[in-house]
T-cell receptor, first 115, second 115 residues
Framework: QQQVKQSPQSLIVQKGGISIINCAYE??????FPWYQQFPGKGPALLIA?????SEKKEGRFTISFNKSAKQFSLHIMDSQPGDSATYFCAATSNGGTSYGKLTFGQGTILTVHP | DGGITQSPKYLFRKEGQNVTLSCEQN?????MYWYRQDPGQGLRLIYYSQIVNDFQKGDIAEGYSVSREKKESFPLTVTSAQKNPTAFYLC??????????????FGPGTRLTVL
């Protein structure tokens, strides 16, 4: 019940295209859903995050879509650029219960944007 | 320059040896975390600490130990009991746990290889 399942494992997109990464969770207590971006040899960095009281959040070219009833959320990268090539992780946590104080991460998606 | 430092960047260990990975933060964060990253498995939580002199096991604590004697330091010891220690280890911190995990800031990681 603590898992967050992420897909696809890898994704190749042409420059200017849209990259879409999906995550699904089971724990209905999760109430915070961040996305992290990681470049090779570096630690992850927070990209964008959403709480379940909204269905969408946009920051620049990055958008999170959230479907509470389906327990799914996704990251959309518009106008994808070669500099976006990285590994992306979705995550989830809650302010209570067994997930309190901990982030549960998805398996990661390796995004490659071809010029 | 605020942030999280991890040392060393690369570490080689012989089988049967204990090794300690360093993590220091000057962000004045209360909470600190250790993750292990393996290809295709995302980030898995080893230990976390919400406050000085207190820490909790994460999902894969067996074969690892930690201490939190100072707010800014959270060293991880990989013991000889860890059966498959070769991995990329990431340390993170967040401002506090009581207000929710919020944003975790990650260090650059230590790549441990067992020879």
């Amino acid at each position: 019940q603590q898992q967050v399942k992420q897909s696809p494992q890898s994704l190749i997109v042409q420059k200017g295209g849209i990259s879409i990464i999906n995550c699904a969770y089971e724990n209905t207590a999760f109430d915070y859903f961040p996305w992290y971006q990681q470049f090779p040899g570096k630690g992850p960095a927070l990209l964008i995050a959403i709480r379940p009281d909204v269905s969408e959040k946009k920051e620049g070219r990055f958008t999170i879509s959230f479907n509470k009833s389906a327990k799914q959320f996704s990251l959309h990268i518009m106008d994808s650029q070669p500099g976006d090539s990285a590994t992306y992780f979705c995550a989830a946590t809650s302010n209570g219960g067994t997930s309190y104080g901990k982030l549960t991460f998805g398996q990661g998606t390796i995004l490659t944007v071809h010029p | 320059d605020g942030g999280i430092t991890q040392s060393p960047k690369y570490l080689f260990r012989k089988e049967g040896q204990n090794v300690t990975l360093s993590c220091e933060q000057n962000l004045n964060h209360d909470a600190m975390y250790w993750y292990r990253q393996d290809p295709g498995q995302g980030l898995r939580l080893i230990y976390y600490s919400q406050i000085v002199n207190d820490f909790q096991k994460g999902d894969i604590a067996e074969g690892y130990s930690v201490s939190r004697e100072k707010k800014e330091s959270f060293p991880l010891t990989v013991t000889s009991a860890q059966k498959n220690p070769t991995a990329f280890y990431l340390c993170a911190s967040s401002i506090e746990v009581l207000a929710g995990v919020g944003e975790q800031f990650f260090g650059p990681g230590t790549r441990l290889t067992v020879l």
